[in-house]
């Protein structure tokens, strides 16, 4: 009798098991959803800071240099400056460029120059060689604000630094061009000039004896 009642709990509880295992197996399964991001604040930030740059940031200006022409109504003429003053500067091609002191009789004399200023035979070098009186003298300009002799006025001194680099004796620098001449040296020709204190300077033709004797034209 024990047996049977053993036996019966023991059935009992392996029903117990197998009811507890379906009800287990019988809950819902959940699926797992993405996970997902909002940009839109993102967006609505990459738009602010683009429109901070843009009003903040200062644009390339252009650039421009005042070139002093020759006025054809003047009764002064390139011919007439002193030949040990004029300064001729003729730009060829492939970046080239020669310099000689004279008429164009002396255009035969004519040396090779360089637009770098490292380099031995650049204009820079050449210029303030050729123009050292008027740099000495601006120099003393300079020592004479240092030393209380000119008000140390931005205005004061630029005037009479523009007086020194007019001085009549000084140097005049005649650029010439070709049809062969690049535009881009130019500048950087009209960059030395203003740098070594060239007073007086021009922009004329190169004319046919230099011509002849120069065969990068």
Same mark, same amino acid.
């Given at each position: 009798?024990?047996?049977?009642?053993?036996?019966?709990?023991?059935?009992?509880?392996?029903?117990?098991?197998?009811?507890?295992?379906?009800?287990?197996?019988?809950?819902?399964?959940?699926?797992? =959803? *993405?996970?997902?991001?909002?940009?839109?604040?993102?967006?609505?930030?990459?738009?602010?800071?683009?429109?901070?740059?843009?009003?903040? +940031?200062?644009?390339?200006?252009?650039?421009?240099?005042?070139?002093?022409?020759?006025?054809? +109504?003047?009764?002064?003429?390139?011919?007439?400056?002193?030949?040990?003053?004029?300064?001729?500067?003729?730009?060829?091609?492939?970046?080239?460029?020669?310099?000689?002191?004279?008429?164009?009789?002396?255009?035969?004399?004519?040396?090779?120059?360089?637009?770098?200023?490292?380099?031995?035979?650049?204009?820079?070098?050449?210029?303030?060689?050729?123009?050292?009186?008027?740099?000495?003298?601006?120099?003393?300009?300079?020592?004479?604000?240092?030393?209380?002799?000119?008000?140390?006025?931005?205005?004061?001194?630029?005037?009479?630094?523009?007086?020194?680099?007019?001085?009549?004796?000084?140097?005049?620098?005649?650029?010439?061009?070709?049809?062969?001449?690049?535009?881009?040296?130019?500048?950087?020709?009209?960059?030395?000039?203003?740098? *070594?204190?060239?007073?007086?300077?021009?922009?004329?033709?190169?004319?046919?004896?230099?011509? =002849?004797?120069?065969?990068?034209?």
């Amino acid at each position: 009798m024990n047996e049977v009642i053993q036996k019966t709990r023991l059935m009992a509880d392996i029903e117990q098991q197998a009811s507890a295992s379906d009800h287990r197996s019988r809950r819902p399964r959940y699926k797992r =959803s *993405s996970t997902h991001m909002d940009m839109t604040p993102m967006v609505d930030l990459a738009f602010l800071l683009l429109t901070f740059f843009i009003l903040t +940031t200062s644009f390339k200006t252009t650039r421009i240099i005042d070139l002093k022409m020759p006025d054809i +109504t003047h009764t002064t003429h390139p011919n007439t400056i002193g030949k040990s003053q004029a300064f001729n500067l003729i730009l060829l091609k492939d970046n080239k460029a020669k310099w000689y002191i004279g008429d164009e009789d002396d255009a035969v004399n004519a040396k090779e120059c360089s637009f770098d200023e490292k380099s031995p035979v650049s204009i820079r070098k050449i210029l303030a060689d050729k123009n050292a009186m008027i740099i000495t003298a601006i120099n003393a300009v300079n020592d004479s604000v240092t030393k209380g002799l000119i008000p140390n006025k931005e205005n004061i001194i630029k005037a009479h630094i523009e007086t020194v680099k007019k001085n009549p004796k000084g140097l005049v620098v005649l650029v010439k061009l070709s049809n062969k001449s690049r535009y881009e040296n130019l500048i950087s020709a009209m960059n030395e000039i203003l740098i *070594s204190h060239i007073g007086r300077y021009c922009i004329v033709e190169v004319g046919e004896k230099e011509k =002849s004797v120069m065969a990068e034209l």
